[in-house]
């Protein structure tokens, strides 16, 4: 509920605290005592547009601020959450300064907010309803909102928009998978042939190094065979080095026992260099014949090592990265051969989630049928009381081409009136006049309140108009409604006023050679006094305070 509402320096306010109670709160007054202004100052706080008039003559600035107590699960509480703004223990304080330049700054909870924040802290607080309100009730957007509420099938709608969505992204994967295989459809002669080249080839990793390091040694191998031959000519022929060592060991062999002593270290030296000598040469025989190789072999390694590396820059890529790009190719044609599988397994998803939608969206619109014309039946109970007895209301659902259902369902939804019998229907907002407009939004609220109730509403001259047992059908159904919510109504109908739970007065006053308004919260004998004052006018008659003792006591029957 508002608990506060503080205001300094705006219009005709100097300084006021005004606290509220739960119930029906109703604020009088003479017609231009102020009551405007406290509205306009309600709204400031509450997000609306900042107008640097509001800035009462003088001051630098303007601030109003409002203070809401919020029961435990509150929506808004929600909401604050995702601002990271703290809820104070259940309570929201929210306030706007403007100044005489018109910038505005705002908080809520001591947290510096944008407009647009407050606006959408504010709209789930509390509702304004005046005969000039083109937002909640006029607005044909919310109609469905306030349909689905009464039906009691939020828990409906939320599952056409899961199933609405399920089925978007099966259309979308549908799609996907098309353009894919449109696509691979296009590549599939060449990812065919490309596929076949390298499977054919079927080119390891480092096969191009050793490929060209064995291509070298094979161009090389020619020339280096020949001095190969000279070598082991040198090293092992009859005249060669290894002939000339073992020569001389046979030599030295021959010499004395005391000069072969002498000579041991020279003849196990050469004895080595021989075995040395032996190993080298066999080592020349074996390099040799490596390097022997055959023409037809050296051919094919050239015509290998050149595929690699043309198809490598075919597919502009290093040669070590073929085996990776062929796996790739590969996984390509078997999502190209196995394109109409997947189309198919897509068609079947969209068609499953399709039918969960349709399921869905059936529920959905019986649901609010059956819930409209209880609707239209409530609503149109009310309006004769409201001297509304000639109109009449619907709620009109057009069922729109299934191309244009979406995640709220199938219907576009609007309320609709007649005025009088044999007119057109219409929508609420264009068809009404001011005062009827306001009777209409009331009956509509007593009815959508027994499933949905804002924790705040404000009615502003909901009886203009009106008198007598329309005044007093007004004022039962405004009781009625404060016993879901906190009602603020600006009233000058003395039936209505009987009704409130708490009466505030609004009044204007010379001070200092200025004007200000000020606003009282009536005592009950006070309360007689301006009652009696609605009904008599100017003068108060003993008359008319009776009368309005009898308004004050019928309120508790």
Same mark, same amino acid.
């Given at each position: 509920m508002l608990t506060e509402l503080s205001i300094r320096d705006i219009v005709l306010i100097d300084k006021l605290s005004l606290s509220f109670t739960d119930g029906l709160n109703v604020l009088t007054g003479e017609t231009g005592a102020g009551k405007s202004i406290l509205l306009d100052s309600l709204g400031l706080a509450l997000g609306a547009r900042a107008d640097r008039a509001l800035v009462r003559s003088g001051a630098e600035k303007g601030v109003v601020s409002a203070n809401f107590s919020v029961p435990v699960g509150h929506s808004v509480l929600k909401l604050l959450q995702g601002l990271a703004i703290d809820d104070v223990g259940g309570e929201v304080r929210m306030k706007r300064q403007v100044t005489g330049d018109g910038r505005s700054r705002g908080w809520i909870n001591d947290e510096p907010v944008g407009q647009a924040v407050m606006a959408s802290v504010a709209t789930a607080l509390i509702e304004i309803h005046g005969q000039h309100d083109d937002r909640g009730l006029l607005e044909a957007a919310a109609h469905r909102q306030l349909l689905d509420e009464f039906a009691e099938a939020m828990p409906l709608r939320s599952k056409v928009s899961k199933t609405h969505s399920d089925y978007r992204d099966a259309v979308a994967e549908q799609q996907r998978i098309q353009q894919l295989v449109d696509a691979l459809s296009r590549e599939e002669e060449y990812v065919r042939h490309a596929v076949a080249e390298l499977d054919t080839l079927s080119p390891e990793i480092g096969e191009d190094a050793t490929l060209a390091d064995k291509r070298s040694l094979m161009m090389q191998g020619e020339q280096a065979a020949k001095e190969l031959i000279e070598f082991q000519d040198i090293l092992g022929s009859g005249e060669g080095v290894d002939a000339t060592v073992r020569g001389v060991l046979r030599r030295l062999a021959r010499l004395g026992d005391t000069l072969a002593a002498k000579l041991a270290p020279v003849a196990t030296a050469l004895d080595k260099a021989a075995e040395e000598l032996s190993i080298a040469n066999d080592e020349l025989y074996r390099i040799h014949g490596e390097l022997a190789f055959n023409p037809s072999e050296q051919e094919q390694v050239e015509e290998r090592l050149f595929e690699i590396r043309r198809l490598a820059r075919k597919h502009k890529c290093q040669p070590d990265d073929l085996a990776t790009v062929a796996a790739q190719l590969s996984e390509k044609l078997a999502h190209i051969d196995s394109g109409a599988e997947l189309l198919s397994a897509a068609a079947k998803g969209v068609a499953a989630t399709r039918e969960h939608y349709g399921a869905a969206v059936k529920k959905l619109s019986a649901a609010r049928m059956k819930a409209s014309t209880a609707l239209d039946r409530l609503v149109n109970a009310e309006l004769a009381p409201l001297k509304l007895e000639k109109a009449t209301f619907r709620t009109s659902l057009k069922t729109l081409d299934e191309l244009d259902w979406g995640e709220f369902g199938a219907e576009r939804i609007v309320f609709e009136v007649k005025t009088n019998a044999g007119s057109e229907f219409g929508p609420l907002v264009k068809v009404a006049s001011g005062g009827e407009l306001a009777r209409f939004i009331l009956a509509l609220k007593v009815v959508l309140s027994s499933k949905s109730a804002p924790l705040v509403m404000v009615f502003d001259e909901v009886d203009r108009g009106?008198?007598? /047992? *329309? /005044? $007093? /059908? #007004?004022?039962? %159904? =405004?009781? %009625? =409604? $404060? &016993? %879901? $919510? &906190? +009602? +603020? #109504? #600006? *009233?000058? $109908?003395? &039936? #209505?006023? /009987?009704?409130?739970? *708490?009466q505030y007065q609004i009044s204007k006053e010379e001070v200092g050679g200025g004007t200000l308004t000020s606003v009282v919260e009536l005592a009950p004998t006070d309360r007689t006094e301006e009652i009696a004052r609605m009904l008599a006018g100017a003068t108060v008659t003993d008359a008319a305070r009776a009368a309005a003792t009898q308004l004050l006591a019928a309120k508790e029957t």
């Amino acid at each position: 509920m508002l608990t506060e509402l503080s205001i300094r320096d705006i219009v005709l306010i100097d300084k006021l605290s005004l606290s509220f109670t739960d119930g029906l709160n109703v604020l009088t007054g003479e017609t231009g005592a102020g009551k405007s202004i406290l509205l306009d100052s309600l709204g400031l706080a509450l997000g609306a547009r900042a107008d640097r008039a509001l800035v009462r003559s003088g001051a630098e600035k303007g601030v109003v601020s409002a203070n809401f107590s919020v029961p435990v699960g509150h929506s808004v509480l929600k909401l604050l959450q995702g601002l990271a703004i703290d809820d104070v223990g259940g309570e929201v304080r929210m306030k706007r300064q403007v100044t005489g330049d018109g910038r505005s700054r705002g908080w809520i909870n001591d947290e510096p907010v944008g407009q647009a924040v407050m606006a959408s802290v504010a709209t789930a607080l509390i509702e304004i309803h005046g005969q000039h309100d083109d937002r909640g009730l006029l607005e044909a957007a919310a109609h469905r909102q306030l349909l689905d509420e009464f039906a009691e099938a939020m828990p409906l709608r939320s599952k056409v928009s899961k199933t609405h969505s399920d089925y978007r992204d099966a259309v979308a994967e549908q799609q996907r998978i098309q353009q894919l295989v449109d696509a691979l459809s296009r590549e599939e002669e060449y990812v065919r042939h490309a596929v076949a080249e390298l499977d054919t080839l079927s080119p390891e990793i480092g096969e191009d190094a050793t490929l060209a390091d064995k291509r070298s040694l094979m161009m090389q191998g020619e020339q280096a065979a020949k001095e190969l031959i000279e070598f082991q000519d040198i090293l092992g022929s009859g005249e060669g080095v290894d002939a000339t060592v073992r020569g001389v060991l046979r030599r030295l062999a021959r010499l004395g026992d005391t000069l072969a002593a002498k000579l041991a270290p020279v003849a196990t030296a050469l004895d080595k260099a021989a075995e040395e000598l032996s190993i080298a040469n066999d080592e020349l025989y074996r390099i040799h014949g490596e390097l022997a190789f055959n023409p037809s072999e050296q051919e094919q390694v050239e015509e290998r090592l050149f595929e690699i590396r043309r198809l490598a820059r075919k597919h502009k890529c290093q040669p070590d990265d073929l085996a990776t790009v062929a796996a790739q190719l590969s996984e390509k044609l078997a999502h190209i051969d196995s394109g109409a599988e997947l189309l198919s397994a897509a068609a079947k998803g969209v068609a499953a989630t399709r039918e969960h939608y349709g399921a869905a969206v059936k529920k959905l619109s019986a649901a609010r049928m059956k819930a409209s014309t209880a609707l239209d039946r409530l609503v149109n109970a009310e309006l004769a009381p409201l001297k509304l007895e000639k109109a009449t209301f619907r709620t009109s659902l057009k069922t729109l081409d299934e191309l244009d259902w979406g995640e709220f369902g199938a219907e576009r939804i609007v309320f609709e009136v007649k005025t009088n019998a044999g007119s057109e229907f219409g929508p609420l907002v264009k068809v009404a006049s001011g005062g009827e407009l306001a009777r209409f939004i009331l009956a509509l609220k007593v009815v959508l309140s027994s499933k949905s109730a804002p924790l705040v509403m404000v009615f502003d001259e909901v009886d203009r108009g009106i008198g007598g /047992a *329309t /005044a $007093s /059908a #007004v004022g039962e %159904r =405004l009781k %009625r =409604l $404060s &016993q %879901r $919510s &906190q +009602l +603020l #109504v #600006v *009233t000058h $109908s003395p &039936q #209505v006023a /009987a009704r409130g739970d *708490t009466q505030y007065q609004i009044s204007k006053e010379e001070v200092g050679g200025g004007t200000l308004t000020s606003v009282v919260e009536l005592a009950p004998t006070d309360r007689t006094e301006e009652i009696a004052r609605m009904l008599a006018g100017a003068t108060v008659t003993d008359a008319a305070r009776a009368a309005a003792t009898q308004l004050l006591a019928a309120k508790e029957t």
